[in-house]
């Protein structure tokens, strides 16, 4: 099946530090979402991107499906965007039938 | 607007008792799924359902049963708890299971199996 890899595992930062998340995915895909899982075990959704760049506040992504990869732009960090952060995707070749793939994750930690 | 809402939040089993978790959203969506996350990992496809009358294994299927009651409900049973099923399981819905349909997650069920 499709392989999904997110990097760094980990990342602390001070507030106010910008951040750069990636997702690669080994082969192509019809959706991509990133999702936010907070310190209360929600997972809310991100971004709908399986192409293209959105942003939303201080959050911005970008997907190049072409070269099988997605970005997830933080900006001017506050520690609310503490949490993990997840990349899933719906691989073209299984029709979307078995749901979305997930990545590990990015556990971002924001200080004070 | 709820959304996706799961039932019960929290649930402390014994080896071998059974109990099903509730999941019920309310977007009219027709693709339901039930996924479980680990320490560490992301999230695992448990079952889902296309639409109403079907279901089909996902990733991690084995020690789960699902019903899709109606449009709205899906549900998640353990006939005999392990403690290898300590997880959080999330449902989730979406429009359906075309690949280019946004999906919407519940709070999340954490169980613990001793």
């Known amino acids: 099946g499709i392989q999904v890899e997110q990097s760094p595992p980990d990342l602390i930062l001070q507030e106010g530090a910008n951040s750069t998340l990636r997702c690669n995915f080994s082969d192509s895909v019809n959706n991509l979402q990133w999702f936010h899982q907070n310190p209360w075990g929600q997972l809310i959704n991100l971004f709908y991107i399986p192409s293209g760049t959105k942003q939303n506040g201080r959050l911005s992504a970008t997907t190049v499906a072409t070269e099988r990869y997605s970005l997830l732009y933080i900006s001017s960090s506050q520690t609310t965007d503490s949490g993990v952060y997840f990349c899933a995707v719906f691989p073209l070749a299984g029709g979307g039938a078995d749901g979305l793939t997930f990545g590990k994750g990015t556990h971002l930690i924001i200080q004070p | 607007n709820a959304g996706v809402t799961q039932t019960p939040k929290f649930q402390v089993l014994k080896t071998g008792q059974s109990m099903t978790l509730q999941c019920a959203q309310d977007m009219n969506h027709n693709s339901m799924y039930w996924y479980r996350q680990d320490p560490g990992m992301g999230l695992r496809l448990i079952y889902y359902s296309a639409s109403e009358g079907t279901t089909d294994k996902g990733e991690v299927p084995n020690g789960y049963n699902v019903s899709r009651l109606n449009k709205r409900e899906f549900s998640l049973r353990l006939e005999s708890a392990a403690p290898s099923q300590t997880s959080v399981y999330f449902c989730?819905?979406?429009?359906?299971?075309?690949?280019?349909?946004?999906?919407?997650f519940g709070q999340g069920t954490r169980l613990t199996v001793v």
């Open positions: 989730a819905s979406s429009e359906s299971t075309a690949p280019d349909t946004e999906a919407f």
